[in-house]
Nanobody, 116 residues
Framework: QVQLVESGGGLAQAGGSLRLSCATS????????MNWYRQAPGKQRELVAT???????GYADSVKGRFTISRDNAKNTMYLQMNDLKPEDTAIYYC??????????WGQGTQVTVSS
């Protein structure tokens, strides 16, 4: 049984930082990409950052230069370092893993709230 568990969310002031973690358990074969998504109230879920099996990263324009995605394969954990937070970063953040076999796994989400 594959599980993804996010942690590290919470309340931050504008300009502050948070680091999200996504711990994976169970067997996930042939990971194609690991992603962070977020969903703000009344808005669609959006892709925030991605890291491929080759280590290539990509970011939404709204977070470029402020967020950094990384992974620690030995710990089966993915991270999202979020700096210079803005109120518009307030959302539920979800981790997602895609495999080459078409499997699509999601965590339960962690709330990030940024106050102005």
């Amino acid at each position: 049984q594959v599980q993804l568990v996010e942690s590290g969310g919470g309340l931050a002031q504008a300009g502050g930082s948070l680091r999200l973690s996504c711990a994976t358990s169970g067997s996930i074969f042939s990971i194609r990409a690991m992603n962070w998504y977020r969903q703000a109230p009344g808005k669609q879920r959006e892709l925030v950052a991605t890291i491929t099996s080759a280590g290539t990263t990509g970011y939404a324009d709204s977070v470029k230069g402020r967020f950094t995605i990384s992974r620690d394969n030995a710990k089966n954990t993915m991270y999202l370092q979020m700096n210079d937070l803005k109120p518009e970063d307030t959302a539920i953040y979800y981790c997602n893993v895609l495999s080459y076999f078409g499997n699509d796994y999601w965590g339960q989400g962690t709330q990030v709230t940024v106050s102005s």
